[in-house]
């Protein structure tokens, strides 16, 4: 099992340029989540999606789209990147359990908006 | 407003020197609490997850216990290995898919 992967690892982009970031996950988990980590602010929710098809915003959506059109991946678009954008991005997938909802993560994408 | 604290925010501590992280909380009705573990250029790895007041965990060095507004991760008898960021995250009752993160309590051990 591979777990939670992350495309790609890092990349620069320049003031509104588009980029898709993809995220995947091999453990049939239905739920799905994009948070960005920027220092000293903890990780704070983008978007998330209950099931394949469907979407719904999180904590910080503005700026960014997802789709979820198959149940295993999970993509977050930026439209006209904004160096605001400059973050670490995470993808998380869970299960849905008696009590919490364990989250298992991602490597991580390092994004750079000059 | 559902939040989430973390203290300190940086802990030095020297092997074989045993210490507590804190994370407090305030969400109404508690759905779980987790904990993760964060190496450098890394994601959060899951480490636990607490339900209710009372609960403790253990895995190796270390414990994690919960109370109705606070949990404390100990760490005993820590080794280099253990120096990380330590998260901690909350899940409400009221909204299932929203997780609310402190900041991260960052570890390190010298030898």
């Known amino acids: 099992n591979a777990g939670v992967t992350q495309t790609p690892k890092f990349r620069v982009l320049k003031t509104g340029q588009s980029m898709t970031l993809l995220c995947a996950q091999d453990?049939?988990?239905?739920?799905m989540y994009w948070y960005r980590q920027d220092p000293g602010m903890g990780l704070r929710l983008i978007h998330y999606s209950v099931g394949e098809g469907t979407t719904a915003k999180g904590e910080v959506p503005d700026g960014y789209n997802v789709s979820r059109l198959k149940k295993q991946n999970f993509l977050l678009g930026l439209e006209s990147a904004a160096p605001s954008q400059t973050s670490v991005y995470f993808c998380?997938?869970?299960?849905?359990?008696?009590?919490?909802?364990?989250?298992?993560f991602g490597p991580g994408t390092r994004l750079t908006v000059l | 407003e559902d939040q989430v604290t973390q203290s300190p925010e940086a802990l030095r501590l020297q092997e074989g020197e045993s210490s507590s992280l804190n994370c407090s909380y305030t969400?109404?009705?508690?759905?779980?609490l987790f904990w993760y573990r964060q190496d450098p250029g890394k994601g959060p790895e899951f480490l636990f997850t607490l339900y209710s007041a009372g609960e403790e965990k253990e895995k190796e060095r270390l414990k994690a216990t919960l109370t109705k507004k606070e949990s404390f991760l100990h760490i005993t008898a820590p080794k280099p290995e253990d120096s990380a960021t330590y998260l901690c995250?909350?899940?409400?009752?009221?909204?299932?898919?929203?997780?609310?993160f402190g900041s991260g309590t960052k570890l390190n051990v010298k030898p």
């Open positions: 998380a997938s869970s299960l849905r359990d008696r009590g919490g909802d364990t989250q298992y």
């Open positions: 995250a909350v899940q409400a009752e009221r909204n299932f898919n929203k997780f609310y």
């Open positions: 453990m049939n988990h239905e739920y």
């Open positions: 969400v109404s009705g508690l759905r779980g």
